[in-house]
């Protein structure tokens, strides 16, 4: 969108109007709420700092309870995460601050209006994803959260942040995908997600997902039960995404015909995979060998995404990940993707992503002498 100034336009249904210097003349309506008002007049320090006034008129088909949450929750969010003035007066939202931030406030309600228009809901978690992805200058929030990988029950399941995106991309277009990142990224949700959307499309034919069992080491032999029954606690994190993403009948029985197998790695030895949409999760807890076994099990018309984080392996003390060397080797092959994660990418409690980051820090730290 080009941009002039004292000129309105349209920016979808919505128009934006900006005004420069001082901007003390505009009518207000203000409505009493904690923090700030909604709609109240900037103090003088603002107004002597303030350069820029946006506004953005809201299309009267649109319910400003939807834009704006109950009680105003999602433009508390807003004020919340800006410095600028946030006046809402009938269906016409003004933001006044600097030019650089209040053109980022326009965009984002903006954004959040193409979203409700798409028939997305919003929520407090997704005004927190978009807001966060505004303040990023990387992507557009639509171009983001408007992905959907996968429908089901209703509900739409894609990507939250843009290391999502670029993962999903990723998946769609490669062979092989490597994911790797802290727990809470939606490395295996997405993956399961698109491989279910393939199948769903007649892309592939089946899903295999697999993961190393390395937790149970020789103590699997003590556990009671049969083979299945020892190594089925460790693949429960599988089973829970397929569940919530397909009917547990119909799951059940594509299971029984083998169209979607859930088994551990050392199963995956002397095959080959045609016509099928493979997932390694919890890839840091394979050996180099493991990894170049699981990798050459790979057949005509099938796809591989390999998940994990190399910071929490579970492998013997002096063992090599696999996924740890593994883009060493496989660097500029085509076809092969490599997909990092970070803790903005982490889709849980905020804490989570303040914990990820802190042990990030400390990895970071140069070693202390004695240490």
Do not use: C, W
């Not at 107004?47 to 649109?62: C, D, E, H, R, Y």
């Not at 704006?68 to 006044?96: C, H, M, P, W, Y």
């Not at 028939?119 to 990023?136: C, D, M, N, P, S």
């Amino acid at each position: 969108m080009s941009r002039r100034r004292d000129d309105v336009r349209g920016g979808g249904a919505n128009r934006r109007r900006y005004d420069s210097g001082p901007p003390g003349s505009r009518g207000r309506d203000p409505v009493s709420h904690s923090g700030k008002e909604r709609g109240g007049v900037p103090g003088q320090h603002d107004l002597a700092k303030a350069t820029t006034q946006v506004k953005i008129l809201v299309p009267g088909s649109q319910p400003m309870v939807a834009l704006l949450g109950r009680s105003d929750e999602f433009l508390k969010l807003v004020e919340a995460a800006f410095e600028s003035q946030i006046v809402v007066r009938g269906n016409e939202i003004t933001i006044t601050g600097s030019e650089g931030e209040a053109e980022k406030v326009a965009m984002l309600f903006e954004e959040l209006l193409a979203l409700l228009e798409r028939g997305h809901v919003l929520t407090q978690a997704g005004v927190g994803q978009t807001i966060e992805l505004v303040k990023g200058d990387d992507v557009r929030p639509t171009e983001v959260l408007g992905d959907r990988v996968l429908t089901s029950r209703g509900r739409s399941i894609g990507p939250k942040t843009l290391g999502q995106k670029k993962y999903v991309d990723a998946l769609r277009r490669s062979t092989v995908t490597f994911a790797i990142g802290p727990a809470g990224t939606g490395k295996t949700y997405l993956a399961v997600a698109t491989a279910v959307k393939a199948l769903q499309d007649s892309d592939v034919r089946r899903i295999i997902l697999t993961r190393p069992a390395v937790e149970a080491g020789e103590r699997l032999g003590f556990l009671p039960g049969t083979l299945y029954e020892k190594i089925d606690p460790y693949m429960k994190p599988l089973y829970d995404a397929l569940y919530e993403m397909m009917d547990a009948d119909a799951l059940q029985r594509l299971m029984e015909r083998g169209t979607i197998e859930v088994a551990p790695l050392a199963f995956m030895r002397g095959r080959t995979v045609n016509d099928a949409f493979i997932i390694l999760d919890e890839g840091q807890n394979t050996t180099p060998e493991q990894m170049k076994m699981f990798l050459t099990r790979l057949g005509f018309g099938s796809k591989a995404a390999i998940n994990g984080d190399v910071t929490q392996t579970d492998l013997p003390a002096g063992q090599r990940s696999g996924l740890a060397v593994i883009e060493e080797i496989l660097t500029d092959i085509q076809g092969i993707e490599f997909i990092h994660m970070g803790a903005r990418d982490v889709v849980r409690h905020k804490i989570v992503q303040d914990i990820v980051e802190a042990y990030r820090r400390f990895s970071e730290r140069p070693a202390s002498v004695g240490e």
